[in-house]
């Protein structure tokens, strides 16, 4: 196992690399930068250059490539080139936020998904067929709803209409109620496309599991359907839902991005879009790079997971 984790925090590198880079490349291909943004209609000219040059942004391209990694190999962020705060300090500030929102989808997601999935299969598997049919129909509905859409919806609902839930405000970690009612409907958003995908691996995952010999035998001697379903079919069949879930929670750090800026929660996916509105170029290099690497350190994770629920695999 260890010459596989490894294997793996090699892949890791070289991928971060190549993230860093296309991104680096990519910012610089958008028309304008944060000079041009910042004076507006302000400053042209030899104004404009002279901005430019005390923000550094007149070096040549390769040497301010060669200048952000060689601070990047010293875990030197920088500062943002429009406020000239640390970038680190507004990370550690923003995470915490979008970390909260995206373990709590996921788990929200999972505790729903899953039982709901495993009964569609069981059913289907009894020959039952209405309830797996609602399940498919339902998830092909929530599937095509867009994120966007569905979040002004329950806003409208629960924080205009009924004014049970806040649409904005602050965020305060020292009180967990006001807390848990300013994330719930971002969670409750996020959740339900998650829920709809989790809840269609499980189905199809429990259901081709319940056809197997070894289900057949259990009932032969006498297992009760709790024990069949729950013990032997669904933890045989976890092996799918884990990458599932694995790859969840990377999509939800790009599911937050929309959502926080719905909501105005100051978390990673605000400051990214403000970021590339600013053409903040550390900003927003440093903020993807992080998000690059929670992917991939999940889907490591994910994989080392795998032996613990199925001993049969071998790295």
């Known amino acids: 196992m260890l010459i596989y984790a490894g294997k793996k925090l090699l892949q890791m590198l070289v991928t971060l690399f190549g993230v860093v880079t296309l991104v680096f490349f990519a910012m610089r291909l ?39 990694m ?29 970390i909260t929102i995206a373990v709590c989808t996921i788990a929200l997601a999972v505790l729903i998904a899953i039982p709901l999935g495993t009964l569609a299969a069981y059913m289907a598997n009894k020959g039952k ?9 339902v998830a092909m509905v929530l599937d095509l709803m867009p994120s966007f859409w569905m979040a ?17 405000g602050p965020i ?9 009612k300013r994330l719930a409907l971002p969670i409750v958003i996020l959740a339900i496309g998650q829920v709809a995908t989790l809840a269609r691996i499980a189905r199809t995952s429990v259901l081709e599991v319940l056809n197997e010999d070894y ?19 669904l933890r045989n069949a976890l092996l799918p839902i ?9 999509n939800l750090l790009n599911g937050t991005v929309i959502t926080e800026f719905i909501f105005a929660l100051p978390g990673a996916g605000t400051l990214l879009v403000n970021g590339i509105n600013s053409r903040d170029y550390p900003l927003v290099q440093v903020v993807i790079l992080v998000y690059a690497f929670i992917f991939i350190a999940v889907n490591l994770l994910t994989d080392l997971v ?9 790295f």
């Open 30 to 68: 958008i028309p304008g930068d944060a000079a041009s943004v910042m004076a507006g209609e302000n400053l042209s000219g030899a104004a404009l250059e002279r901005m430019r040059e005390q923000l550094g942004l007149n070096e040549p391209l390769w040497a301010q490539y060669l200048d952000f």
């Open 70 to 98: 060689g601070n990047l190999l010293r875990f030197d962020f920088g500062q943002t080139i429009t406020t000239n705060l640390p970038v680190s300090k507004l990370l550690l500030s923003a995470l915490p936020i979008t």
């Open 129 to 137: 067929r209405w309830l797996d049919n609602a399940l498919t129909w």
């Open 152 to 168: 002004l919806l329950l806003m409208l609902l629960f924080s205009l209409t009924l004014k049970w839930l806040p649409a904005t």
């Open 172 to 180: 305060q970690f020292d009180d967990m109620g006001l807390l848990l």
């Open 215 to 233: 289900i057949r035998a259990s009932r032969a001697l006498g297992a009760s359907e709790m024990l069949v379903v729950f013990r032997h079919g």
């Open 242 to 250: 884990i990458t599932v879930v694995g790859l969840s929670f990377g």
């Open 306 to 314: 795998y032996k613990k629920f199925d001993p049969r695999v071998q």
